[in-house]
């Protein structure tokens, strides 16, 4: 393909991620590369997944998966259902001309988030569930499924609401009133995210706040044990294990910003 036939072809489809394909041309996301850089480099920068499996849940356009595979994943599963089959969106059409661009070699599964399951799709060490939670009316049950999943660790990256309840909670929004999107129902807070990961078998939840829009959203890391193997050392500073009181205090001291 030539530069301009990869231009037409970019410009064929709405894209979420600002992804260059080659030098000088890139998608036009509505989330931009420094968006993605920063969450990238919050979200895989205290992991090392160099040799594991990724299944990258709500992978849309695919940024977060060839993240994960030039971070040297050995298998990169991008997974997804209502953005790819979307008559607008045809976010199948995106990812697959990315992929062919860039030469990175994921693979494609397209499942709905409800009916994932460990028999059918397997376990990966990773899992990445990157601005989905929130989409889901019914997000427990398949956490629990997507849990059985994980052989090592499940990152969650979700808007967040209620944070500053001192108790595990989460808003529900009926009809599009939240941001004016009918597929957005719940907004959990940080003790939700972590009490819900451990009741369902995580062995040790770390939170972060989003790297650039504070407390309004944030992100986990819920590895299935106490010391897991694949967290780099000293790559969780600026995390917070909820457990533990002392941690619970200075998260609610810096939302106070004292
Ligand atoms: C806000 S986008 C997030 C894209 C990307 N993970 C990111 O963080 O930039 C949400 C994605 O989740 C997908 N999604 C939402 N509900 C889903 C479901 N029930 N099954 C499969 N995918 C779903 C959408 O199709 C969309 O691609």
């Known amino acids: 393909m030539t530069d301009p036939e990869l231009r037409a072809a970019i410009a064929a489809f709405p894209w979420f991620h600002t992804i260059e394909l080659r030098p ?30 990724v299944l990258d849940i709500g992978a849309w356009n695919g940024a977060f998966s060839f993240e994960a595979k030039r971070r040297g994943a050995a298998r990169v599963v991008a997974s997804d259902s209502y953005t790819w ?27 709905d988030v409800m009916r994932l399951n460990r028999k059918e799709h397997g376990a990966h060490d990773v899992i990445l569930l990157l601005g989905v939670f929130y989409h889901l009316i019914n997000p427990i049950a398949p956490l629990m499924r997507i849990r059985a999943m994980a052989s090592e660790v499940l990152v969650i990256e979700t808007h967040l609401d209620a944070a500053e309840l001192d108790r595990p909670a989460m808003i529900f929004y009926p009809g599009a009133t939240l941001a004016n999107d009918p597929t957005n129902w719940w907004g959990p807070n940080p003790l939700l995210l972590h009490e819900l990961l451990r009741e369902i078998g995580f062995a040790r939840v770390l939170y972060r706040d989003h790297p650039l829009y504070g407390r309004r959203r944030g992100m986990v890391h819920a590895f299935r044990t106490e010391a897991p193997a694949i967290a780099r050392p000293g790559g969780h500073q600026g995390w917070y294990d909820l457990a533990r009181p002392e941690e619970r205090a200075r998260l609610a001291a810096a939302a106070k910003g004292t």
């Open 85 to 111: 089959r979307h008559p607008d969106y045809r976010g199948r059409e995106t990812i697959e001309l990315a992929r062919r661009e860039l030469g990175l070699a994921i693979e494609l599964l397209d499942e």
């Open 24 to 53: 000088g041309i890139a998608t036009p996301g509505a989330k931009s590369a420094a968006v993605i850089a920063a969450e990238a480099e919050a979200l895989l920068g205290p992991l090392d997944l160099s040799g594991r499996s």
